[in-house]
């Protein structure tokens, strides 16, 4: 089924150490982002691409890189893992300019202890 | 930026009684506006749209909100809640044309039999 595919579901880290969360779309849309849930804050935007090669930052990007070398795939990566990116990870992704709403993967759910 | 606020971090309804959700968007520039539903440990699915068409827009499941300029409100109703209607339910705003959308802190609902 078409859609947006998240990987992992859930994952446990040490402070320090490294991961990447990886997103991919085959719906050929221009626009991914990557967004954190946390109780009551709703959904706050890491990064955001509008085609490969193009990223910039959101609101929340300090401790997370990202990079879009395909269309369809936009990985999310934590440098150095702290207490504070304990969260749920959404990645989504539109088509730009036509009001269409976003598709959302289901979540990766990570906790860092 | 756009922005949104949702009233009522949590709102309890009866089984059969009308649910009512409310969101303010900021601009004075008429934006597309969306909301969209969270079932426990799933993703955000698209509920309904607003994209300078009708100002009454119906979604899945029964759900309808009117946009009021006047107001600058989205508010989101059904007439008759559901058992499976509990969930939490974002209000997202974007600049018409533009990709990025700005989340209200949601809204749970939770329904009494």
């Known amino acids: 089924n078409a859609g947006v595919t998240q990987t992992p579901k859930f994952q446990v880290l040490k402070t320090g150490q490294s991961m990447t969360l990886q997103c991919a779309q085959d719906?050929?849309?221009?626009?991914m982002s990557w967004y954190r849930q946390d109780p009551g804050m709703g959904l706050r935007l890491i990064h955001y691409s509008v085609g490969a090669g193009i990223t910039d930052q959101g609101e929340v990007p300090n401790g997370y890189n990202v990079s879009r070398s395909t269309t369809e795939d936009f990985p999310l990566r934590l440098l150095s893992a702290a207490p504070s990116q304990t969260s749920v990870y959404f990645c989504a992704s539109s088509f730009i300019g036509t009001g269409i709403g976003y598709t959302f993967g289901s979540g990766t759910r990570l906790t860092v202890v | 930026a756009q922005s949104v606020t949702q009233l009522g971090s949590h709102v309890s309804v009866s089984e059969g009684a009308l649910v009512l959700l409310r969101c303010n968007y900021s601009s004075s520039v008429p934006p597309y506006l969306f909301w969209y539903v969270q079932y426990p440990n799933q993703g955000l699915q698209l509920l309904l749209k607003?994209?300078?068409?009708?100002?009454l827009v119906k979604g899945i499941n029964g759900f309808e909100a009117e946009f009021k300029k006047s107001e600058t409100s989205f508010h989101l109703t059904k007439p008759s809640a559901h058992m499976s209607d509990a969930a939490e339910y974002f209000c997202a705003v974007s600049d018409q044309g533009d990709y990025k959308l700005s989340f209200g802190a949601g809204t749970t609902v939770t329904v009494r039999a």
């Open positions: 719906m050929n849309h221009e626009y």
């Open positions: 607003y994209t300078s068409a009708a100002t």
